[in-house]
């Protein structure tokens, strides 16, 4: 269990809690998430991390409700908002919470824009939509949004369309359309992926302020953990549908705890080290369809011993905050492979 961590009295604003997600396809089960735990609290930043495929965007999209179901099932698991299990709220309940109270910025969000429309008709239909406002306030409201989201010149380029925007923009307008309603929990599925590098660290330090604004929680899903040890609080590392570390962001950062950990640590370009060859994680992520018995990172791992293929690792509570999926923990921490 992670030690409860306040705000909402025992509860965390939101609580993934051993959920599990499968796709029934015709070649089988993909087991996608198996047995995910994370929280989130107010005016906190969780990154989920991990290679792709590891589950973390079905992750998103369970607590989202947007699982086509079926192929996807929900065999087990919670999902808690305040303290409420979302997956059996009625079908109005939830649509109050998800989209609204919780809202999410999607991975391909660049393309979602709809290029016959001006940008600020489509901020300005969340207001119309879901708060039954008149298109002229609507539009009002969707220049202070556009503002908020530094936007320059917001006034008169409300009625550009989304091809006139660079690409760090139009991810500011889908970053406004996310916060339109003022949700408790954002979140943002590789939101800077698509970016140059310069507009990727503006972007996260743009979820960042809004953030401390608004006190919003704020999951940050990525695969890349150079871009959030400046925003992060805490990590979840993911591999293959589990969570195989949990920290603190600069708990990780010192030492990793889990071999999967230290090898994206040592994947990550370094500016004192241009040239080098960089560290990638040996093999393959595994197939979902048939995971390897024991630890799933056993085939890949350098820390790997005789019980590793046999017997699934807990998530070991190393420390009050810190919790590790290895039987061989102690060896990452202390380094010597
Ligand atoms: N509709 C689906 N049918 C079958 N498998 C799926 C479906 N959606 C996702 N998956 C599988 O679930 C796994 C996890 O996907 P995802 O959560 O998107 O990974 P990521 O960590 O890159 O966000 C992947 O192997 C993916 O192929
Ligand atoms: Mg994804």
């Not at 006190?215 to 925003?231: P, Y």
């Given at each position: 269990?992670?030690?409860?961590?306040?705000g909402l009295?025992?509860?965390?604003?939101?609580?993934?809690?051993?959920?599990?997600?499968?796709?029934?396809?015709?070649?089988?089960?993909?087991?996608?998430?198996?047995?995910?735990?994370?929280?989130?609290?107010?005016?906190?930043?969780?990154?989920?991390?991990?290679?792709?495929?590891?589950?973390?965007?079905?992750?998103?999209?369970?607590?989202?409700?947007?699982?086509?179901?079926?192929?996807?099932?929900?065999?087990?698991?919670?999902?808690?908002?305040?303290?409420?299990?979302?997956?059996?709220?009625?079908?109005?309940?939830?649509?109050?919470?998800r989209?609204?109270?919780?809202?999410?910025?999607?991975?391909?969000?660049?393309?979602?824009?709809?290029?016959?429309?001006?940008?600020?008709?489509?901020?300005?239909?969340?207001?119309?939509?879901?708060?039954?406002?008149?298109?002229?306030?609507?539009?009002?409201?969707?220049?202070?949004?556009?503002?908020?989201?530094?936007?320059?010149?917001?006034?008169?380029?409300?009625?550009?369309?989304?091809?006139?925007?660079?690409?760090?923009?139009?991810?500011?307008?889908?970053?406004?359309?996310?916060?339109?309603?003022?949700?408790?929990?954002?979140?943002?599925?590789?939101?800077?992926?698509?970016?140059?590098?310069?507009?990727?660290a503006?972007?996260?330090?743009?979820?960042?302020e809004?953030?401390?604004?608004?006190?919003?929680?704020?999951?940050?899903?990525?695969?890349?953990?150079?871009?959030?040890?400046?925003?992060?609080?805490?990590?979840?590392?993911?591999?293959?549908?589990?969570?195989?570390?949990?920290?603190?962001?600069?708990?990780?950062?010192?030492?990793?705890a889990?071999?999967?950990?230290?090898?994206?640590?040592?994947?990550?370009?370094?500016?004192?080290?241009?040239?080098?060859?960089?560290?990638?994680?040996?093999?393959?992520p595994?197939?979902?369809?048939?995971?390897?018995?024991?630890?799933?990172?056993?085939?890949?791992?350098?820390?790997?011993?005789?019980?590793?293929?046999?017997?699934?690792?807990p998530?070991?509570?190393?420390?009050?905050?810190?919790?590790?999926?290895?039987?061989?923990?102690?060896?990452?921490?202390?380094?010597?492979?």
């Amino acid at each position: 269990m992670l030690p409860v961590e306040g705000g909402l009295g025992n509860e965390p604003l939101l609580a993934v809690d051993n959920l599990h997600v499968e796709f029934h396809t015709r070649a089988g089960i993909v087991r996608a998430v198996n047995g995910v735990s994370y929280t989130v609290n107010p005016g906190e930043t969780l990154a989920v991390l991990g290679e792709s495929g590891s589950g973390k965007s079905v992750t998103a999209q369970a607590i989202m409700g947007i699982l086509d179901m079926p192929p996807a099932r929900i065999p087990k698991g919670e999902i808690r908002f305040k303290g409420t299990d979302v997956l059996k709220l009625s079908e109005e309940a939830r649509t109050q919470v998800r989209g609204q109270r919780i809202a999410m910025i999607f991975q391909d969000a660049l393309s979602a824009l709809n290029p016959v429309f001006t940008v600020g008709w489509q901020i300005s239909e969340m207001f119309r939509v879901h708060r039954g406002m008149s298109k002229g306030d609507a539009m009002k409201k969707a220049v202070e949004l556009m503002d908020r989201v530094r936007i320059p010149a917001a006034r008169q380029r409300v009625n550009d369309y989304p091809h006139q925007f660079s690409g760090g923009m139009r991810q500011r307008i889908m970053i406004a359309m996310s916060i339109a309603l003022d949700p408790e929990v954002l979140i943002a599925d590789e939101p800077t992926t698509a970016l140059d590098v310069t507009v990727q660290a503006q972007i996260m330090e743009l979820l960042a302020e809004l953030q401390r604004e608004s006190q919003m929680g704020l999951i940050l899903i990525t695969h890349d953990l150079g871009v959030v040890a400046d925003v992060a609080d805490k990590i979840a590392v993911m591999y293959a549908g589990r969570i195989v570390e949990n920290a603190p962001v600069h708990d990780i950062y010192r030492v990793p705890a889990h071999p999967y950990t230290k090898g994206l640590l040592e994947s990550i370009p370094r500016v004192d080290q241009k040239g080098q060859d960089l560290y990638a994680i040996k093999g393959l992520p595994p197939n979902l369809l048939e995971l390897p018995s024991g630890c799933s990172f056993n085939p890949r791992c350098p820390y790997r011993q005789g019980n590793c293929e046999t017997d699934v690792p807990p998530l070991h509570q190393i420390s009050g905050t810190r919790g590790s999926a290895c039987h061989y923990w102690r060896e990452v921490l202390d380094g010597d492979r």
